[in-house]
């Protein structure tokens, strides 16, 4: 399809004033979605999914809780203004660190500034309490199944190296005991981009394991994996069903524990996915055989989830002047500037080469890839020494920059 705007700014004005490859996020789109998950208690934002300050700060102000999972995604919260302490009027930690093991670095720093854990490992349970005895801790539970939009994105079942395994709750007990380490809440996540039959079985299970756990219980973690819409056939997902569901476990869990339950969700892309666009350029457009390729400055280095997962997103064109041509569109593949053969955003899981029917489009016209704020600035490289993205932020009509473009320098501060 054709775009001329993103959040009303045109996107030749953008590209001008910023340069490309540049994601560009609309500020509008991410309170939107946060606010339909306002039944949840907490929604805790898996920054994994964009970390950028600016938008960490955003959620903050929206009241979103943040979950982290390496020390440096515990200092950018820090950074955005997120406290390690709990706050006292709601009883809310407002960062937690959820992971499957502790580097040294992130063990040293949970230890010493006393933050929030969810251990996805008994051998977290184990070097936390030997160093910190005596604190809350949640675990996270791994209830023998998962599901995700990839397999690898599938964090569920055996063949998952997440959570702790619905078969070593005793043995999770026994060592939380032993340094007197007290399990208040329990988190699941078993998969991204998880469809709704799946992730509704996963209530009925987490109940039933926080009943083994006993009363000691005060916190439900339904996790993240809310499926978006990428493609134009898909459906979104019933929120208020969704609700209701863990709602349901979460009461018949206060009847039996006779004390109230929180109940919290810990989404990434369903927040912030739809709001980012990445924008590029067409530099040349190629006839090879019967294949019409547009190749632009944006590649797998600045988006990498079609290369990963064969994922799909809407690709639209946006003239870099005001011509009125009609939309007659074609049939083309669309790739990167990277020296790699699987540099192509039209490609299916497997790497199989697909087609779209785009715009008809020339060089210097620009191709916007849609639904890429969530798992793609974030997962940028520095592949073929391209430099990390720009990144704007659209706020009331008003595109601010939240991340310089990587100069060459910056690249290579580093090497020696
Ligand atoms: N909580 C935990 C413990 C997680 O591991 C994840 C995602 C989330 C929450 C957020 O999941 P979401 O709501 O965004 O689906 N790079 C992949 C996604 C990997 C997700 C890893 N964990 C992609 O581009 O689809």
Not at 180 to 204: A, N, P, R, W
Request: with cysteine; glycine share 8%; net charge negative.
């Amino acid at each position: 399809m054709l775009r001329s705007e993103i959040a009303h700014i045109p996107v030749s004005q953008l590209a001008e004033e910023f340069g490309t490859p540049l994601f560009v996020y609309d500020a509008e789109s991410i309170r939107k979605r946060y606010r339909e998950l306002a039944q949840f208690d907490v929604v805790r934002y898996a920054q994994k999914a964009c970390s950028n300050l600016a938008i960490l700060r955003l959620l903050r102000e929206e009241g979103a809780a943040v979950d982290s999972v390496s020390a440096n995604e515990l200092h950018r919260a820090i950074a955005a203004g997120f406290s390690f302490e709990r706050d006292p009027k709601t009883n809310v930690e407002p960062c937690v660190y959820t992971a499957d093991i502790f580097d040294r670095e992130t063990l040293d720093l949970v230890v010493e500034k006393d933050i929030p854990v969810n251990c996805g490992s008994i051998d977290m349970i184990e070097q936390l309490g030997r160093r910190a005895p005596g604190r809350e801790i949640t675990v996270r539970i791994n209830p023998g199944f998962g599901h995700g939009h990839s397999r690898k994105t599938n964090t569920g079942g055996d063949q998952s190296k997440h959570g702790i395994w619905l078969e070593q709750i005793e043995e999770c007990k026994v060592v939380a005991a032993r340094y007197k380490l007290e399990i208040t809440g329990l988190h699941t996540h078993i998969g991204s981009g998880c469809d709704f039959e799946h992730l509704s079985q996963v209530c009925g299970t987490l109940g039933k394991i926080a009943l083994e756990f006993g009363p000691g219980i005060r916190m439900l973690s339904t996790g993240g994996g809310l499926p978006i819409p990428y493609r134009p056939d898909e459906t979104e997902i019933d929120i208020d069903r969704y609700f209701r569901l863990w709602d349901e476990t979460r009461r018949s869990l206060e009847e039996a524990f006779r004390h109230k339950i929180t109940l919290e969700i810990e989404p990434g892309r369903y927040l912030v996915a739809e709001s980012g666009y990445l924008v590029s350029e067409i530099r040349a457009i190629k006839h090879q055989g019967d294949n019409l390729f547009y190749l632009v400055d944006a590649g797998f280095n600045n988006l990498a989830r079609p290369i990963l997962y064969g994922a799909y997103h809407p690709i639209s064109v946006a003239r870099k002047d005001d011509r009125k041509e009609s939309a007659e569109e074609v049939e083309v593949t669309v790739g990167g500037p990277l020296c790699e053969s699987g540099d192509i955003f039209t490609q299916e899981d497997g790497g199989f080469v697909a087609k779209r029917r785009l715009p008809k489009a020339e060089v210097g016209d620009y191709l916007i890839f849609e639904i890429a704020g969530a798992y793609g600035s974030v997962m940028g490289s520095n592949y073929n020494s391209k430099p990390l993205a720009a990144e704007v932020l659209i706020d009331a009509g008003k595109a601010k920059l939240i991340r310089r473009r990587q100069t060459f320098v910056q690249m290579i501060q580093n090497e020696i």
